[in-house]
């Protein structure tokens, strides 16, 4: 059974950064390819980056530039590096696992 749990969220003052992590149960991490992706209330989650089983990396454009998604195989973690954050970046970050599973979500609030 597959089972991602985030951490790394929080409040952070425009400018700053935040380092999020998932960690994934299982045995099959590495075949699958990872996301993040987030959510602010009313609106439809939205991706924020992806990275394949092979490392391509693809990201928002609203992101670009300024996060960075990573996977670490032997650990079963992916992580998310978030730069020069700005208010608009708050929402409710989830990991995502193949499209197929989500964890529960790690919360980000960016102070002006």
């Known amino acids: 059974q597959v089972r991602l749990v985030e951490s790394g969220g929080g409040l952070v003052q425009a400018g700053g950064s935040l380092r999020l992590s998932c960690a994934a149960s299982?045995?099959?991490?590495?075949?699958?390819?990872m996301g993040w992706y987030r959510q602010v209330p009313g609106k439809q989650r939205e991706l924020v980056a992806t990275?394949?089983?092979?490392?391509?990396?693809n990201y928002a454009d609203s992101v670009k530039g300024r996060f960075t998604i990573s996977r670490d195989n032997a650990k079963n973690m992916v992580y998310l590096q978030m730069n020069s954050l700005i208010p608009e970046d708050t929402a409710e970050y989830y990991c995502?696992?193949?499209?197929?599973?989500w964890g529960q979500g790690t919360q980000v609030t960016v102070s002006s």
């Open positions: 995502n696992m193949g499209r197929l599973y």
């Open positions: 299982g045995s099959s991490f590495s075949i699958f390819n």
């Open positions: 990275i394949t089983a092979g490392g391509t990396t």
